[in-house]
């Protein structure tokens, strides 16, 4: 079990690798509960395998994950979906089921878990739907949509099952600066209003301030820095400098 | 040498997962959720969808075979029992074979495609990420639909097949329809129609596994999806082969005791 029962997330000396290329090397990474924790680095610096780690999507090599109290890394398929069922995920392309409706998509955990009726399902897909301010689209098909709207669908998606935790992998990546606004302002509002545990992982600076309460700088698969956005920016860490000041 | 070591390896690495999924596609087929609307969706796709191809490809290869062997039989006076060379050769190894590779090639290519798309978008994370165990939903429902109707494509494709030749021995071989029937009848026995269905049973399971696994470990975008579809076809079509070899020598090992 965590020490600090106000932990929800606890990575502890997590190795991973792919042949030779060393990803994570001993990461140690703790999240609060309600908190939304930025997590920033380079591209191809292992933050999405953190993410993939944390869902049991892929396994660590060494180390321990726990989510809320449970440790995830010695766990078979089978007894990782009800933790994957915790978990909420925003993928980097979206994700969406390109052969079901948006309301499908959105509605498809509940109609794979729960014994509700399609007439609550639908209401819940509609109430989702408006939250991310895609009232309408239900019948439309993810190919129809455009780059953020997939995103909000996708986000829609990943709400529907009232998740404890929200992961959301590089979600302003290739949206221009006006969806980008929409996502971050989405992602606040889904922090403050449902109460959830966010965790963003971007390598976009703008987007990861926006809606940090605490943001951690990861580099040669560890972190390095971890504070708020003020301790961030007057942290004293090379790396931390360089990746802020951006090129110059 | 070092490469052939590598490709022994990495033919081993596939065998235990093709393996490891049959065996996990088969526990969940028996374990809830069943995805029954899944499998009929399946069942639809696989057997309704094809049912065309198999007509068309079955019938001309039961007129071609009539043909051919009807003129050769000539030569020895055997004209007259062509029918029966028809039906067995359509029943225990023709029909199977033939509807197998079809159904490899237009239903197996499309699996792999599907599922490999699936997993270069995330879509089979994605599944994961919500609860869901895609080789249950996914594999397990193709499974089924491939094991059922696979066998029922061959009987259809094989009265097709007899019904091709029929026309074609009537028509250019001048043996009656009556006659030809009772050579068809009195040729197939019980075990040929047991051989002809455990074949396809055998080979829908086969196309199922090696299509899904083929595109569960597509890789590298649009690319490693069209590889995915190519080597679904190529190994289902050996496997097809060996198979039926193996199948056909353990049946008649077995009516010899």
Same mark, same amino acid.
């Given at each position: 079990?965590?020490?600090?029962?106000?932990?929800?997330?606890?990575?502890?000396?997590?190795?991973?690798?792919?042949?030779?290329?060393?990803?994570?090397?001993?990461?140690?990474?703790?999240?609060?509960?309600?908190?939304?924790?930025?997590?920033?680095?380079?591209?191809?610096? &292992?933050?999405?395998?953190?993410?993939? #780690?944390?869902?049991?999507?892929?396994?660590?090599?060494?180390?321990?994950?726990?989510?809320?109290?449970?440790?995830?890394?010695?766990?078979?398929?089978?007894?990782?979906?009800?933790?994957?069922?915790? #978990?909420?995920?925003?993928?980097? &392309?979206?994700?969406?089921?390109?052969?079901?409706?948006?309301?499908?998509?959105?509605?498809?955990?509940?109609?794979?878990?729960?014994?509700?009726?399609?007439?609550?399902?639908?209401?819940?897909?509609?109430?989702?739907?408006? @939250?991310?301010?895609?009232?309408?689209?239900?019948?439309?098909?993810?190919?129809?949509?455009?780059?953020?709207?997939?995103?909000? %669908?996708?986000?829609?998606?990943?709400?529907?099952?009232?998740?404890?935790?929200?992961?959301?992998?590089?979600?302003?990546?290739?949206?221009?600066?006006?969806?980008?606004?929409?996502?971050?302002?989405?992602?606040?509002?889904?922090?403050?209003?449902?109460?959830?545990?966010?965790?963003? =992982?971007?390598?976009?600076?703008?987007?990861?301030?926006?809606?940090?309460?605490?943001?951690?700088?990861?580099?040669?698969?560890?972190?390095?820095?971890?504070?708020?956005?003020?301790?961030?920016?007057?942290?004293?860490?090379? @790396?931390?400098?360089?990746?802020?000041?951006?090129?110059? | 040498?070092?490469?052939?070591?590598?490709?022994?390896?990495? @033919?081993?690495?596939?065998?235990?997962?093709?393996?490891?999924?049959?065996?996990?596609?088969?526990?969940?087929?028996?374990?809830?959720?069943?995805?029954?609307?899944?499998?009929?969706?399946?069942?639809?796709?696989?057997?309704?969808?094809?049912?065309?191809?198999?007509?068309?490809?079955?019938?001309?290869?039961?007129?071609?075979?009539?043909?051919?062997? &009807?003129?050769?039989?000539?030569?020895?006076?055997?004209?007259?029992?062509?029918?029966?060379?028809?039906?067995?050769?359509?029943?225990?190894?023709?029909?199977?074979?033939?509807?197998?590779?079809?159904?490899?090639?237009?239903?197996?290519?499309?699996?792999?495609?599907?599922?490999?798309?699936?997993?270069?978008?995330?879509?089979?994370?994605?599944?994961?990420?919500?609860?869901?165990?895609?080789?249950?939903?996914?594999?397990?429902?193709?499974?089924?639909?491939?094991?059922?109707?696979?066998?029922?494509?061959?009987?259809?494709?094989?009265?097709?097949?007899?019904?091709?030749?029929?026309?074609?021995?009537?028509?250019?071989?001048?043996?009656?329809?009556?006659?030809?029937?009772?050579?068809?009848?009195? %040729?197939?026995?019980?075990?040929?129609?047991?051989?002809?269905?455990?074949?396809?049973?055998?080979?829908?399971?086969?196309?199922?596994?090696?299509?899904?696994?083929?595109?569960?470990?597509?890789?590298?975008?649009?690319?490693?999806?069209?590889?995915?579809?190519?080597?679904?076809? =190529?190994?289902?079509?050996?496997?097809?082969?060996?198979?039926?070899? @193996?199948?056909?020598?353990?049946?008649?090992?077995?009516?010899?005791?």
């Amino acid at each position: 079990m965590i020490e600090n029962r106000d932990y929800i997330i606890d990575f502890q000396n997590v190795y991973k690798s792919f042949g030779d290329k060393h990803v994570l090397q001993g990461l140690n990474l703790s999240i609060y509960r309600g908190e939304t924790l930025v997590i920033l680095g380079r591209s191809g610096c &292992g933050k999405s395998v953190m993410l993939k #780690i944390l869902l049991g999507l892929l396994p660590a090599d060494s180390g321990q994950v726990y989510v809320d109290g449970d440790e995830i890394t010695e766990l078979q398929e089978n007894a990782l979906f009800p933790i994957r069922q915790k #978990i909420g995920m925003l993928f980097q &392309g979206a994700a969406l089921f390109d052969s079901l409706t948006v309301g499908d998509n959105v509605g498809y955990s509940l109609k794979e878990h729960t014994k509700m009726k399609p007439v609550q399902i639908e209401e819940i897909v509609k109430r989702n739907l408006e @939250f991310v301010d895609l009232k309408g689209t239900e019948k439309l098909m993810p190919a129809s949509l455009s780059g953020g709207m997939k995103k909000r %669908a996708a986000l829609a998606r990943a709400m529907a099952s009232q998740p404890q935790i929200m992961l959301y992998d590089e979600p302003t990546t290739g949206l221009d600066p006006i969806t980008a606004t929409t996502i971050n302002a989405l992602i606040r509002k889904t922090q403050k209003e449902l109460g959830v545990t966010s965790i963003v =992982v971007t390598h976009e600076l703008d987007s990861g301030f926006s809606v940090a309460d605490r943001v951690a700088v990861i580099n040669d698969g560890a972190i390095i820095e971890i504070g708020t956005i003020a301790e961030i920016k007057s942290s004293k860490n090379e @790396f931390v400098q360089r990746f802020i000041a951006g090129p110059k | 040498m070092k490469r052939s070591y590598h490709t022994f390896i990495e @033919f081993l690495v596939h065998l235990h997962g093709l393996a490891e999924l049959f065996g996990r596609a088969t526990y969940n087929i028996f374990s809830r959720p069943f995805y029954i609307k899944d499998t009929f969706d399946q069942m639809h796709s696989i057997g309704v969808r094809s049912l065309l191809i198999i007509l068309m490809t079955s019938g001309f290869t039961g007129m071609v075979l009539t043909l051919q062997s &009807g003129y050769e039989m000539a030569v020895y006076g055997a004209k007259m029992y062509v029918g029966t060379l028809v039906s067995v050769s359509l029943v225990r190894e023709l029909g199977p074979v033939l509807v197998s590779l079809v159904v490899a090639g237009r239903v197996g290519a499309g699996i792999a495609a599907e599922l490999g798309s699936m997993k270069v978008t995330e879509q089979l994370d994605a599944m994961k990420a919500l609860g869901t165990n895609p080789i249950r939903k996914l594999a397990s429902t193709r499974l089924k639909a491939l094991a059922i109707m696979l066998p029922v494509l061959t009987v259809i494709g094989d009265m097709v097949g007899i019904l091709g030749g029929l026309v074609i021995a009537t028509s250019s071989l001048g043996i009656s329809s009556s006659f030809y029937w009772k050579t068809v009848t009195r %040729a197939l026995g019980f075990g040929d129609l047991i051989t002809g269905m455990i074949k396809p049973f055998v080979f829908g399971i086969t196309i199922a596994i090696v299509s899904c696994y083929m595109g569960f470990n597509a890789q590298g975008g649009t690319k490693g999806v069209g590889e995915a579809t190519t080597q679904s076809v =190529v190994v289902s079509s050996i496997l097809i082969f060996v198979l039926d070899f @193996f199948i056909t020598k353990l049946i008649l090992s077995i009516s010899w005791m």
